[in-house]
């Protein structure tokens, strides 16, 4: 067989176990996501795999890129991908993203054993508020800005309450009925 093939057959076999699981992603048919844990977990993390042309008889790109995995320490991702990258290269020649996906799932506990959740955009203040990082970056409402000679008009135009006085517009009614003519011609 060669690579596309055993590709190929690896693909309907991840898709058949995996079709339902909400763990699982498939990103396009050479590169797989799968979430380890559950979303409220802190110990929970995204695992991407991508197979190279040669795959599986060179090991599968993993990473933990993903913005989900941001809340996890730089080194607790370098150990994860050091003992995945330890499975792969115990499984070459044979299709291993189940496995490495498996193996992660069980492992979770070793894996995540020394981490500590990072926080970076949110901070806790002493009475448990969450409050963002720099309060400049909120936008601000821009008021409308009337210019000095509308800003006139419109106090020319109204009492001290800024109301528009009874009957402000009467006489361009009485104007109206003057030039079209009132209906006097009735009989």
């Known amino acids: 067989m060669t690579a596309n093939e055993d590709q190929e057959m690896e693909l309907e076999a991840l898709q058949s176990i995996y079709g339902d699981d909400e763990c699982f992603k498939e990103i396009s048919p050479v590169a797989f996501q799968f979430r380890i844990g559950d979303l409220e977990d802190t110990k929970s993390f995204l695992l991407d795999i991508t197979w190279p042309e040669s795959y599986p008889e060179t090991a599968p790109n993993i990473s933990l890129d993903a913005f989900f995995n941001n809340r996890i320490s730089a080194e607790t991702k370098q150990t994860i991908l050091l003992k995945l990258q330890e499975q792969a290269e115990a499984n070459l020649g ?84 003057s030039k079209t003519g009132g209906n006097d011609e009735q009989a």
Not at 97 to 104: P, S
Not at 105 to 134: D, F, G, I, Y
């Open 94 to 177: 044979t299709a291993m993203t189940y496995t490495l996906f498996e193996w992660a799932k069980e492992n979770q506990e070793v894996l995540m054993e020394n981490h500590k959740p990072v926080v970076t955009a949110v901070t806790l203040t002493s009475n448990c508020e969450v409050t963002s990082a720099p309060s400049s970056m909120k936008k601000k409402e821009k008021k409308e800005q009337l210019t000095k000679a509308q800003k006139r008009r419109i106090v020319s135009r109204t009492d001290n309450r800024g109301e528009l006085p009874r009957g402000w517009n009467w006489v361009d009614v009485i104007k109206h009925l």
